[in-house]
């Protein structure tokens, strides 16, 4: 379907609903994006004797709305980047990032080129301001999925493009070009004078991190990237991100709508999330460390002819999440039903992404990732198989 071509949006956010539906009550959870989280009283243990102070003595009033000035100037210092600023930064819930960006930035009748499929939002406030979304849509090779510089360039001369959106390390896939294509791709979006938003919400995330690309906000002056400490860190109940770029416009276009969301972020989550950036380097090798250990476990009981004669699978290079295909392609809203019924097992399948129905999305971020996926192989083994 031309998702174009809807009479009304936005249409209802299908992931959040699955969400809202098993999220809370499928006892052994194998598809959320998020790693493990940690728990309040360790990350408060680890925070720095100055943070601790600002933690103690906190009041819980409203907060600067461009955030606070110790979290901005430790997103600025992430960026390594003399650009990058704590000016350059708008702290804000990852998710309001994407509404208040594609709102300012859009109007009805622009056209966006976005990845595809991907997370809902990025096309879907697209869509309800009424621009025109063309898909650059994610491919399936032997090494796994990626995404074709070629098909974007084709994209963009097909007429007149107001933004790209991106989001690399990809959700669902993990799909991450490399420094080349990356390189390309910013030529190619600056070659026509657009935007760029850039989802980086997975980034830190690479298995080998020679793989991180550099953050479009550093690389090219009409992008703004968003980050947060939802996934890679664990802490999406903080609910806290930031939007980054060099153009102070854009920026400000964007805080204008904020106006009108949260106005400002909470202020202990402000705190933690600085705490959060204070242990980076440990939180992100934990992740990591956990993303192997599942997708370990999904490699496992995928050499075993049982499992490996219903799925496939390739070994992303970041995030912690991918896609596990039906090799009968059949749909798997009938499988992932099934599964969670009789095993408790909750996958997420792929008719939810408005893309091709025989994938389900798996997450590798929880301690619990090798058990449940050995769970899984168990009711596989009895006979729970695809249909
Ligand atoms: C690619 C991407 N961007 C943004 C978000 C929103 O993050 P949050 O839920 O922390 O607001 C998500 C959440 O799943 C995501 O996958």
Not at 158 to 183: K, M, Y
Request: with cysteine; aromatic share 8%; net charge negative.
């Amino acid at each position: 379907m031309d998702v174009n071509q809807s009479e009304k949006f936005p249409r209802p956010f299908l992931l959040e609903r699955y969400f809202a539906e098993h999220e809370f009550t499928a006892p052994h959870m194998l598809c959320a994006s998020d790693c493990e989280s940690l728990p309040m009283a360790q990350l408060v243990s680890m925070m720095k004797p100055d943070t601790r102070e600002l933690w103690d003595n906190l009041a819980l009033g409203y907060t600067e709305s461009q955030g606070h000035p110790k979290l901005r100037h430790a997103v600025a210092e992430m960026y390594e980047h003399d650009a990058i600023t704590p000016e350059k930064v708008q702290i804000l819930a990852p998710a309001e990032g994407i509404y208040v960006a594609l709102r300012s930035l859009l109007k009805a009748g622009d056209r966006v080129v976005c990845t595809w499929p991907g997370y809902q939002s990025l096309s879907e406030v697209a869509l309800a301001q009424g621009a025109h979304v063309d898909r650059w849509e994610v491919e399936e090779g032997d090494a796994g999925f990626y995404f074709d510089v070629d098909k974007l360039e084709q994209l963009l001369q097909s007429g007149p493009c107001r933004g790209v959106i991106v989001n690399f390390p990809h959700n669902p896939t993990g799909a991450l070009p490399s420094h080349d294509q990356w390189e390309r791709i910013i030529r190619l979006v600056s070659q026509h004078d657009a935007f760029l938003f850039s989802d980086e919400m997975y980034r830190g995330l690479e298995y080998d991190s020679g793989d991180c690309l550099a953050s479009a906000c550093t690389v090219y002056k009409q992008a703004i990237s968003l980050s947060g400490m939802s996934k890679v860190y664990g802490m999406p109940g903080l609910r806290i991100g930031w939007l980054v770029s060099q153009n102070t416009d854009m920026l400000g276009s964007c805080a204008a709508y904020r106006d009108y969301c949260t106005i400002c972020a909470s202020a202990p989550a402000e705190v933690l999330s600085l705490a959060g950036l204070e242990n980076s380097a440990k939180l992100l090798a934990q992740s990591k460390a956990r993303v192997l250990k599942t997708i370990e476990a999904i490699e496992e009981m995928l050499s075993h002819p049982e499992a490996s004669a219903h799925f496939t699978f390739h070994r992303p290079k970041a995030g912690p999440i991918s896609l596990i295909g039906l090799r009968g392609k059949q749909c798997g809203k009938a499988y992932c039903k099934r599964l969670v019924e009789q095993s408790g097992v909750l996958l997420l399948p792929s008719h939810l992404l408005e893309w091709k129905e025989h994938y389900m999305r798996i997450g590798f971020g929880r301690d619990s990732g090798p058990a449940v996926v050995r769970r899984w192989y168990e009711a596989v083994k009895g006979g729970l198989v695809p249909e």
